[in-house]
């Protein structure tokens, strides 16, 4: 239970060109959904915090028009990566937590999306 | 200083051996602990929840002090597919927000 599918897995863009991640939480319901960034030996950041039906919250230093988040039914969440730069490549990540199972139990991950502009 | 601190490494140990791995928080209003793994290039894992009782599964033990605001994972005997980065993750606030730390890479040989 309580799987986070990603996709793209890898996508290679040019640069000037908008990208879109889905992130769909398989067998639950997220409320709210996390994306990610981690650049190469870094941790994972927090870019922004996705809420069903409003207004994702986007961190201190994250462009909220650059990075669009719509998050409109239960299970699906995206983020576009409008006009990219080399400077956004980086591994985005999205993540969840299945409610039901209790507040100790985690956060589920998605697979990754490896973007690389050029 | 940063959120959540650790040890980067590498750790490298022999097959069999013990290792710990510590991490410290700043924030003393986190409420959720966890330990993931990361494999290279890939998501993270999560590996266990850290409770103040302390909890083991298996060969990993965790451990939580919320006084000196720090977390410890054990692993006992390890395995060569132990080889992995160790992220200590702390939760704070209603939703649950997640910081992570830099994480700790285990190397473990032959």
């Known amino acids: 239970g309580a799987v986070v599918s990603q996709h793209p897995s890898r996508v290679i863009c040019k640069s000037g060109t908008s990208v879109k991640i889905e992130c769909r939480s398989l067998?639950?319901?997220?409320?709210?959904m996390f994306w990610y960034r981690q650049f190469p030996k870094q941790s994972l950041m927090l870019m922004a915090t996705?809420?069903?039906?409003?207004?994702?919250?986007?961190e201190q230093g994250v462009e909220k028009d650059k990075f669009l988040i719509n998050h409109a039914s239960l299970t699906l969440s995206t983020l576009t990566v409008t006009s990219a730069h080399p400077e956004d490549s980086s591994f985005y990540i999205c993540?969840?937590?299945?409610?039901?199972?209790?507040?100790?139990?985690?956060?589920?991950f998605g697979s990754g999306t490896r973007l690389t502009v050029v | 200083r940063k959120e959540v601190e650790q040890d980067p490494g590498p750790f490298n140990v022999p097959e069999g051996a013990t290792v710990a791995f510590n991490c410290t928080y700043s924030?003393?209003?986190?409420?959720?602990f966890f330990w993931y793994r990361q494999d290279c290039r890939k998501e993270p894992k999560l590996l266990m929840s850290?409770?103040?009782s302390g909890n083991e599964d298996g060969r990993f033990t965790a451990q939580l002090n919320r006084a000196s605001q720090y977390i410890s994972l054990l692993i006992r005997d390890s395995k060569l597919s132990d080889s992995a980065t160790y992220l200590c993750?702390?939760?704070?606030?209603?939703?649950?927000?997640?910081?992570f730390g830099t994480g700790t890479r285990l190397q473990v040989t032959l």
């Open positions: 993540s969840a937590r299945d409610l039901d199972r209790g507040t100790n139990y985690g956060y589920t």
């Open positions: 067998d639950f319901q997220a409320t709210t």
């Open positions: 996705s809420n069903e039906g409003s207004k994702a919250t986007y």
């Open positions: 924030n003393s209003a986190s409420q959720s």
């Open positions: 850290v409770y103040s």
């Open positions: 993750v702390v939760g704070t606030g209603t939703a649950s927000k997640l910081t």
